[in-house]
């Protein structure tokens, strides 16, 4: 009776401590769970909101196209249909190149501006590829990264000015060349200036206003 009372005491010790581990283990199971499924709740508040941000960019966006357009038609005068195809084409490919940045980046209210503008840059030199002058764009930054309000605007007065630089200034030349800087104001820490400049024969300031793409950049400006 008393070997039968220590197998039994035995046989439940064995038991308690093998319901100990396993009731740990399923804790640490639930607990586990419990974290994925946090997670997953997290993630799913972060594609909601950024569906809706995507959704209010992409509505702004349109309705910048929509007015762009509005302006295009308006200065029709001299223009070819393939000009002014080309011209809006560039514009909304510049604002497409932000979106893609826009999805790419963990930060939905900041873009990195240098690798931004450089594929506008890259836009317009593509744009002009079949022109026999040689015409060199220069491209330096300083800055990490912009709001998005500020970098749709830059993009499109790069795209305006390379337009109007491959159109008006180099007329008489073989070579050419374009130079672009954007750079932080100091001290100020939200202050960001951008230089354009070419090397071509210049214009006068009073003739410069009346074309779509210099209201365009003052506009945007």
């Known amino acids: 009776q008393l070997i039968s009372t ?11 401590v093998l319901l100990g581990f396993a009731y740990r283990k399923l804790k640490s199971n639930n607990e586990r769970i419990e974290q ?36 295009q038609k308006e200065a029709t005068s001299g223009k070819t249909i393939e000009d002014i195809t080309d011209e809006s084409q560039q514009r909304i490919e510049a ?33 002009y590829v079949h022109e026999k002058k040689k015409i060199s ?24 000015l390379i337009n109007n630089s491959f159109k008006h200034a180099f007329h008489e030349m073989e070579t050419g060349e374009i130079t672009i800087c954007a750079s932080q104001s100091a001290p100020e820490p939200f202050s960001y200036t ?23 950049i003052n506009g945007l400006v």
């Open 6 to 16: 220590i197998c039994f005491s035995a046989g439940i010790s064995i038991i308690l």
């Open 36 to 71: 994925q499924a946090e997670q997953l709740a997290n993630a799913l508040s972060q594609q909601t909101i950024l569906l809706a941000e995507v959704q209010h960019r992409v509505k702004n966006n349109l309705q910048f196209v929509i007015a762009l357009l509005e302006l």
């Open 95 to 127: 604002m497409t190149f932000l979106h893609e940045k826009i999805y790419l980046s963990d930060d939905l209210s900041k873009v990195n501006i240098k690798s931004y503008l450089e594929e506008v840059i890259s836009l317009m030199k593509r744009s």
């Open 137 to 160: 764009i220069q491209y330096s930054s300083d800055l990490e990264s912009v709001s998005i309000e500020k970098a749709i605007p830059l993009g499109l007065i790069i795209v305006e």
């Open 194 to 216: 951008m230089t354009y400049s070419d090397n071509g024969s210049g214009f006068k300031t009073s003739l410069s206003k009346d074309g779509l793409g210099m209201e365009i």
